[in-house]
């Protein structure tokens, strides 16, 4: 059977032609704004129409195959299953400002970083449109709300996903759908130079973070082998025109590795090489991998480090670890079926 959830407008109208268009309203609103999943609970629709969607069509998003739930309730992950046997992780953040909900774009990853357990086994698929929004709508249906922001931030590299990545989010916008504004999305990329440029002639202000790691090409090519692609100057400036384009400051995220990347010399370089951008650095103690060599920064490198950058007119933070006792933190992500 077909499966409605997913559709635009525009593809729900042309599936049930000749039907009215109205009959494609009615049933995005169902699906979308009251998150129905059967046509059976469709009052407004005829019972014959009713009989004949249910032999015909399916409203289905994914299943849950296991839930882990942080000590402090602030952060729960949830292993969905998807229809092909695939699965995926998602992982919804309490903050004192709202719920956000990190999704993933791909079922694994290919960019091949160091210190990232999402990519230990490749890349198996993308994921569609439809299952990209069907994350955020388990979450929803979980808090019995909708989520404020949106961070596709989760396994896999988003712009390599990109014609779905763009159809979910514009969907995701859409009145008829949650009507959520571009600007509480944020999308993460590990540096796809041509795809920031394509993501910035959309003229949709999402918020976009790269994760940059390093601040010179021969460090940020050993932790991340997309530099050899695309090196620092041209990310950096394809950053620069985004920000210019949008308005909107390009985060720079900046996982720290004990001994690695995390020295004062490092925020030298890193300060000197964001200088003049309109953009921030949001600083990362790295989260344990078992798979992985390295080590967390210790605290005094941090505060030295986060000190650095803000008195060397570059704005930093320091992420909040939110997850890591049930593998949910930043770098951590990963498809595991079985434990």
Do not use: W
């Not at 292993?79 to 694994?108: F, K, P, W």
């Not at 993460?188 to 394509?198: D, E, F």
């Not at 202000?205 to 790691?213: A, D, E, R």
Request: proline share 4%; aromatic share 6%; glycine share 8%.
């Amino acid at each position: 059977m077909k499966n409605l959830f997913g559709l635009t407008l525009a593809e729900l109208e042309a599936e049930l032609a000749p039907l009215p268009k109205f009959r494609a309203k009615q049933i995005a609103a169902h699906i979308y704004k009251h998150g129905m999943k059967t046509f059976d609970a469709m009052n407004d629709l005829p019972k014959n129409l009713r009989a004949e969607f249910s032999t015909r069509f399916e409203i289905k998003t994914a299943e849950l195959l296991k839930r882990l739930d942080s000590s402090d309730g602030l952060t729960t992950k949830f292993l969905l299953g998807l229809s092909d046997g695939a699965a995926v992780e998602v992982v919804l953040m309490r903050h004192d400002y709202g719920n956000s909900v990190c999704i993933s774009s791909q079922v694994g990853c290919q960019m091949g970083c160091k210190f990232c357990a999402s990519t230990l086994k490749g890349l198996e698929r993308n994921l569609t449109a439809a299952e990209m929004l069907g994350e955020i709508f388990f979450v929803n249906e979980i808090l019995d709300n909708v989520v404020d922001s949106v961070v596709v931030m989760g396994t896999g590299e988003p712009l390599m996903n990109y014609d779905e990545l763009i159809k979910m989010l514009r969907l995701l916008h859409e009145d008829y759908c949650l009507g959520m504004s571009y600007r509480k999305i944020t999308i993460s990329t590990c540096g796809i130079v041509p795809a920031i440029k394509k993501l910035r002639d959309e003229k949709i202000p999402v918020t976009l973070s790269v994760s940059l790691h390093a601040p010179d090409d021969k460090l940020r090519s050993a932790l991340m082998p997309i530099n050899s692609a695309f090196g620092l100057k041209s990310l950096l400036e394809a950053g620069d025109d985004y920000a210019q384009a949008t308005g909107r400051r390009v985060t720079y995220e900046y996982i720290l590795l004990g001994g690695v990347n995390d020295t004062e010399e490092h925020a030298r370089r890193l300060a000197k090489i964001l200088s003049g951008q309109l953009a921030n650095v949001n600083l990362i103690p790295f989260n344990p991998v078992v798979e992985r060599s390295f080590s967390p920064p210790t605290n005094h490198a941090v505060k030295k480090f986060f000190h650095f950058l803000n008195t060397h007119g570059i704005g930093a933070t320091i992420r909040k670890e939110m997850g890591a006792d049930v593998n949910a933190a930043c770098g951590q992500l990963r498809a595991k079926i079985k434990t």
